[in-house]
């Protein structure tokens, strides 16, 4: 995870630049099998200028005059041990993101997972276990131990938890906030395996001046330069004793990935992926609020006082974004599918997960949110897991349908159907998720 401050990325998803979209072309170039990478954001309803709003009526403008050119898919994405559906938002540093279709197991696998980087990505480590981690700063016992020493010594972990990028969500605004254009693609539930953050840092001994963490990895700076950070983050003490956060060494049972900060990271969930930090190796204990990279001006922070959208960022006016807002997807049926004639029941099934807070409910609707059925919520396996859920929508007659759904998180707040609190970053954007389908 990274400070979404660097420049918009040359490599653009397709449908960035939004263009209308009729239902002829949307079905003759979707086929059976769904929009492939760009499930979930290629919508015939999101061709009008407020992503999540356009009407059918105008999902079903005229086709494109023969021989006006055809809009390009993504970037075909190729990356060893991963799935080539993942779509590339950035290429330096490399980010990519699941659509909604492709994150229909309970466990993400690994090959789905999402991808998100600060900087350069550095080797594998030639000697996993030989990999130090250091725990300095305002503790009484500043010390050093490689992986294979955090094994023996403590006793691990495993939780199957949603880690999600800050800015998921951040294309759902308007007007286009900075940084790489998410949907609802930058999260992923994987079993993580590792050492309670709470016992090292016990270990250690806090001082009573023990406030914040400070987090450093291995990954080198985009420049190359070595005096500066990629991305260096930290949170509350609170929040870092929590008995979920862990220091990672496993993912769904197998050695932590390089690409997914192996052989050490962190997992913190509930809060943006940027404080999972990545390879890493050094946990420094602070006597306040940190102020490394990514943690001041607008990077991870949203605004205090509602702003004007696009207007401009009063800095002293910003908070730190620290719980992820609710959401809820839709995993099946994939945007674009196309159902038998006289199919009348559609089985719906989804995933919803609430940073710090539970999911309470997920109702899904077929006529624009005029009418909803309640979800069956499955039970999470343990607190930071996602809800998996399932719905059965009775369908009317053949024809066009959009399915729509909305989380609803323990504290009372749902999805909105647009982004709402604009911020230059684009953090919070948790519009409920829609898909197209066609019956007959």
């Known amino acids: 995870m990274t400070p979404d401050t660097e420049p918009t990325p040359k490599r653009q998803r397709a449908e960035d630049p939004i263009a209308p979209v009729s239902r002829r072309s949307f079905l003759n170039n979707v086929g059976l099998a769904g929009l492939g990478a760009a499930a979930g954001a290629v919508l015939p309803l999101d061709s009008g200028p407020s992503p999540g709003l356009t009407s059918t009526a105008q999902a079903q403008t005229a086709t494109p005059p023969t021989g006006a050119p055809q809009p390009q898919g993504p970037p075909p994405f190729d990356y060893p041990g991963k799935e080539k559906g993942l779509v590339v938002l950035g290429e330096r540093p490399l980010v990519a993101e699941t659509p909604e279709h492709l994150l229909d197991d ?28 250091t725990v300095d700063g305002e503790v009484n016992n500043r010390f050093e131990l490689t992986l294979a020493e955090l094994r023996s010594r403590f006793q691990p972990r495993t939780y199957r938890m949603v880690l999600e990028c800050g800015g998921n969500g951040r294309s759902f605004f308007q007007p286009q906030a900075r940084g790489n254009q998410w949907t609802n693609g930058g999260a992923g539930c994987a079993e993580w395996t590792g050492i309670p953050l709470a016992e090292v840092l016990q270990a250690a001994g806090l001082k009573d001046t023990a406030k914040y963490t400070a987090h450093y990895g291995a990954d080198p700076h985009l ?38 900060g192996g052989p050490l990271r962190l997992v913190i969930p509930g809060w943006p992926g940027s404080l999972s930090h990545k390879w890493l190796t050094r946990i420094t204990i602070r006597d306040r609020e940190h102020d490394g990279q990514g943690m001041t001006g607008t990077s991870y922070r949203v605004p205090n006082t509602p702003m004007v959208p696009g207007g401009k960022a009063d800095e002293k006016d910003f908070r730190i974004l620290e719980s992820m807002p609710v959401r809820s997807i839709i995993t099946a049926p994939a945007n674009g599918t196309r159902l038998p004639a006289g199919t009348r029941n559609v089985a719906v099934r989804g995933a919803a997960w609430a940073g710090d807070l539970t999911v309470s409910r997920v109702d899904i609707s077929m006529d624009a949110g005029q009418t909803w059925t309640q979800a069956t919520l499955a039970p999470p396996r343990n607190r930071y897991d996602w809800n998996r859920w399932t719905a059965t929508l009775q369908l009317p007659s053949d024809g066009y349908y959009e399915i729509w759904t909305r989380a609803t998180d323990s504290n009372g707040r749902m999805q909105p159907p647009v982004a709402h609190n604009w911020n230059p970053q684009g953090y919070g954007g948790n519009t409920m998720h829609r898909v197209a389908v066609l019956v007959g």
């Open 106 to 133: 309970e466990t993400t696998p690994i090959s789905k997972f999402f991808i998100r980087n600060n900087g350069q990505i550095p080797e594998p480590a030639a000697n996993p276990d030989a990999w130090k981690l």
């Open 223 to 260: 420049s190359g330069d070595t005096t500066k950070e990629s991305l260096s983050r930290g949170m509350p003490i609170a929040k870092a004793v929590e008995p979920h956060s862990l220091i990672v060494y496993a993912m769904n049972g197998e050695p932590l990935p390089n690409i997914h």
